[in-house]
Every structure is written in C-alpha cells, then in structure tokens.
C-alpha cells in the first residue's frame, strides 16, 4: 500500500464528544462564513461555509427516544435550511425549501424540533443549493445514541469527502456544465473530518465503533480498514440484525453510512482508512497503534434493532422510475413544468437529467400512498453514470433477486444500466423527496417525491 499526503502534511486532530444528553437536546447551529486550513500548511486557508464555524461542523448527538431542538441562524450570504438526513422524522421538519419548508432567509433563523425513534449514524447538511452548499463545508455528523449502547472503548465519526480547491484555497467554479452532465462534482483532495488523513490513535485490543459518513458531493468510495477485524453492524444508520464480518471493501455512495464495532489487532505500528483508487490505495486516516498485542475478542455487537415497519410486498402498490440522461445518455427531450423541451433547451436551463421523463421535481408525486400502505418501485438507470438514490423520511430494503428483502436503507447505488427494486412501508405521513443524492445530478433533474397521507 502506499501513502500520499496529497499536498503536504496533516492538521490537528478533530474530537467529538462522546456522551448524549438527557431529554430535549437543545442546541444552536450558526450557518456562517469561516476560514479553515484545509490545504497543508503553506498554503493559503479556505473560506468555508460552515455551521458553528467548524468544518465538518459540531456533532450533533441526543439519544433514541428523546427530542432535538435545533435554532439554525443563518448568517450566510444567501438562503439556506438544513435536511436531517436519514431520521424518520416528522416532515416539517425535513428541511426542503419548496416542499416541506421555506428557505431560511440571509439573517433568519427557523426552530427544528422533532422526535427520535431511531439510533444510529445519521448527518445534517444544508439542503438549499446543495452542491454549492455542502461543498462549502454546511455539514456535521448527527449521532443518536442506544438508549443501551454496545460497550466500546473508543466511538470515532468519519466524515469522508473529497472537495476541490484551486491552489489559492479557493473552491473550484460552480458553474460547470461538465460536472452537472456528467459524474458530478469530484473533488481534488480526499479528507476525513475535514482534515488530510488525520490521525486517531488507539490502543492494541481495544474495541472501537468507527462511524462512515459519505459526505462527498458525488464520489462513491471503495473503501477499507486495514489493522482491525469485526462487523459490519449497522448500514445508513439502521443495524444488521445479522452482522457482516468486515469486508476488504465498504463501497458508500454520497450520503451512505456504514457503522463498524472492530477490534485493534495489527501488530503494525498503524492502521489505516484506505481509499481504494484505480491506481492503487491512498490513507485517508490513519491510527497510530501502542500497546502490547492482543487477540480480537469474538463476541460480535448485535445492535438493538430501530422500530420496524414491516413491508408487505404481495400487496404493495408499484411505480417504476426510469432514470435518463446525461452525457453519453442520448435523452433527446424531457418535460419541465408540464411542457416538453428538447435536450439543448434543458441544457440551456442547466438541466441533463430526467425521472420518467421529466427534468426537476415533478408537480405530482411519483406515488401518492396511503399511511401504513407499502410500496415497491423498480428503477432503471439508463444512463451511463453511478446514481444515488435518496428517500426522505423512510427507510426502504432492496428486494432482492431471489425475493427477499435486504438490509434497510435510506440511501442505494444504481451502476449504469443497472436496475434495482426498492420495497418500503409508508409509515410516515408527508412530502418526502426521492433524489440523486450525486448533487449536481440532483441540481440538474434527478428529483422526484412521494406523498403519504
Ligand atoms: Cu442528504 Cu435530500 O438529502
Ligand atoms: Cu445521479
């Protein structure tokens, strides 16, 4: 394996504190302009956009079966509202300006305040012009902690993300066409809690919960942990009820989280978070190792498994989500509010994709469901780039190819030309989005929502 320090050397180490709060957790979350070293020292600082001056910005950590409320203050040059992603909350509370909210304005603040049935690994981020926004830092990782949690010695959040600075510490234009087209935006510079690969360290034997956060704005990342061994136990925030032994290769789209309880059993010096590129892997993190060596312990982590909604599959109503265009896509027309355009039209109003056939958040539901109804859509990436598809508000499972229903997720991958089957109960009442979660995808077309009531 080799290491790049992309550019340089490494920042200070971030921490996150590590115990929940009783209750109502109550915090305030200032969205606001800060600079940040995020290119090694000697080069020039970032100007972030961040919340409570941080990047990635406070963690946010209540516990299963209490409420958040969250004042956001928004001291941005521009409008923004903040998306709990993955928490099956109430859906005012969801933060979509057009369909559950409105933007909060330049100097305004908005009161979030909902309840939290579900513990696991979850993120906020900004969820007004979100390529730009989160690309500029408006993110931090949301931790709901077991009312019983599982013994650990050390819980360390990831925050994985890829950005692109120019060698000025400036970010990249947004108005690339190029990216809205294609792949999305990608960055030039791997980090882990904001950082490049910073260093957590641990101690031989012990046990510790490492908590993967997608947070980049397009990338999929092949990733590995190398020096421990244990399971995979929860997968975007909702535990396995059969842990996975840990794999050589965690693949996560933008958004994905998965959690993992591991033991430190390197006799090395080091352990690492690889990334896994086409020319080879890169740390992303690393964990210096001390201490005497030690043998993993066996017991595998069952978590406490979230309320569940149970699917039924045979009675479930059905859509099918064809998903189009792109670069190399052929879609020749699409509809934009209710009329039909031509691909050079829509490209000129910064549009390249399309869910069955129409470009931008359609003025029906792709389904409308009836609270308790369960609902399987199929979907068809017909293009020739990785999607990530993202339901707000409930968790689904894929349905399988022998007809079973895999884990639960809020977040899935479609390879180009792929097509997957999604199966959930409509549980929760509202108007939830159903997006690329690629956000210049999302910028140019892929959106659609669900209604249930
Ligand atoms: Cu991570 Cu529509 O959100
Ligand atoms: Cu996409």
């Known amino acids: 394996m080799q290491r790049r320090h992309f550019l340089g050397t490494l920042a200070a180490v971030s921490v ?23 290119l090694p020292a000697g080069y020039p600082g970032t100007e972030m956009w961040s919340f409570d001056a941080a990047f990635p910005g406070t963690a946010l950590r209540a516990r299963q079966g209490d409420r958040l ?10 409008a923004t509202s903040v998306h709990w992603h993955g928490l099956r909350l109430e859906n005012g509370m969801d933060g979509v300006p057009g369909l559950t909210q409105a933007p909060i304005a330049k100097g305004a603040s908005f009161d979030y305040d909902f309840a939290l049935p579900d513990a696991g690994t979850y993120w906020y981020h900004s969820h007004a012009k979100s390529m730009e926004q989160i690309e500029r830092g408006l993110y931090g990782p949301l931790i709901i902690n077991e009312i019983d949690p599982p013994d650990v010695d050390q819980d360390i959040t990831l925050m994985i993300d890829d950005i692109r600075l120019e060698q000025d510490g400036s970010f990249a234009a947004f108005d690339n066409f190029h990216d809205l087209s294609h792949a999305g935006r990608i960055g030039n510079l791997w980090l882990a809690n904001g950082q490049i690969d910073p260093a957590y360290p641990l101690k031989r034997g012990e046990r510790v919960r490492v908590r993967l956060i997608n947070a980049a704005n397009a990338r999929v990342f092949t990733l590995g942990l190398q020096g421990f061994d244990g399971w995979v136990v929860a997968l975007d925030g909702m535990p396995l009820n059969d842990p996975q032994a840990l794999p050589e290769e965690l693949v996560l789209a933008p958004a994905q989280r998965v959690d993992l309880i591991v033991d430190v ?17 890169y740390a992303i993190a690393h964990f210096p190792v001390s201490g005497p060596s030690k043998a993993a312990r066996s017991e595998k982590v069952i978590l406490p498994p979230n309320p569940d909604f149970p699917i039924d599959l045979a009675n479930a109503r059905t859509a099918t989500l064809l998903i189009e265009g792109g670069a190399m896509g052929g879609m020749r027309a699409a509809r934009l509010d209710g009329q039909e355009l031509g691909a050079r039209e829509l490209a000129g109003r910064g549009l390249f994709w399309a869910l069955n056939g129409v470009a931008g958040r359609p003025e029906t539901p792709l389904l409308d469901l009836s609270l308790g ?18 339901l707000h ?48 995808h999302h910028q140019a077309g892929m959106g659609s929502w669900i209604r249930v009531s």
């Open 69 to 78: 409320a969250v004042t956001v203050e928004n001291q941005l040059p521009q």
């Open 393 to 440: 508000g409930m968790h689904f499972s894929e349905v399988l190819a022998d007809g079973s229903l895999g884990p639960l997720r809020d977040t899935i991958l479609l390879n180009p030309q792929e097509t997957r089957e999604i199966a959930f109960q409509a549980h929760n009442p509202g108007d939830w989005l159903f997006h690329c979660h690629m956000l210049a």
């Open 16 to 38: 996150f504190p590590h115990d929940g709060f009783g209750q109502t957790s109550t915090s305030r979350l200032v969205a606001g302009v800060h600079r940040q070293q995020v």
């Open 265 to 281: 059993t390197t006799d090395d010096e080091e352990a690492f978070l690889i990334t896994f590129e086409r020319d080879g892997g």
């Open 373 to 390: 109804e369960s609902a399987r859509i199929g979907m068809a990436n017909n293009t020739a780039f990785p999607h990530g598809m993202h």
